[in-house]
């Protein structure tokens, strides 16, 4: 398992929280993700051999965030 922190610029609101835990959460292989929206990070444990961190990226992205 690897667990990493995200700087996830443009998250605003409940909506944004919802959006980006739900949208990495149902990735194979990640196993939890916690969103701090007043510090702007997402936590992401994650099995690397199942899914990349690029992928985890591009997932948040495309639901319209900025990764740092």
Same mark, same amino acid.
């Given at each position: 398992? =690897?667990?990493?922190?995200?700087?996830?610029?443009?998250? &605003?609101?409940?909506?944004? /929280?919802?959006?980006? =835990?739900? &949208? %990495?959460? %149902?990735?194979?292989? %990640?196993?939890?993700?916690? /969103?701090? #929206?007043?510090?702007? #990070? /997402?936590? %992401?444990?994650?099995?690397? &051999? =199942?899914?990349?961190?690029?992928? $985890?990226?591009?997932? $948040?992205?495309? =639901?319209?965030?900025? /990764?740092?």
């Amino acid at each position: 398992m =690897q667990n990493v922190t995200l700087n996830v610029m443009g998250m &605003s609101c409940g909506h944004c /929280v919802n959006a980006v =835990q739900k &949208s %990495v959460g %149902v990735l194979e292989g %990640v196993n939890q993700v916690n /969103v701090k #929206l007043d510090e702007a #990070l /997402v936590e %992401v444990e994650f099995n690397e &051999s =199942q899914v990349t961190l690029d992928k $985890i990226k591009e997932t $948040i992205e495309d =639901q319209g965030y900025d /990764v740092k």
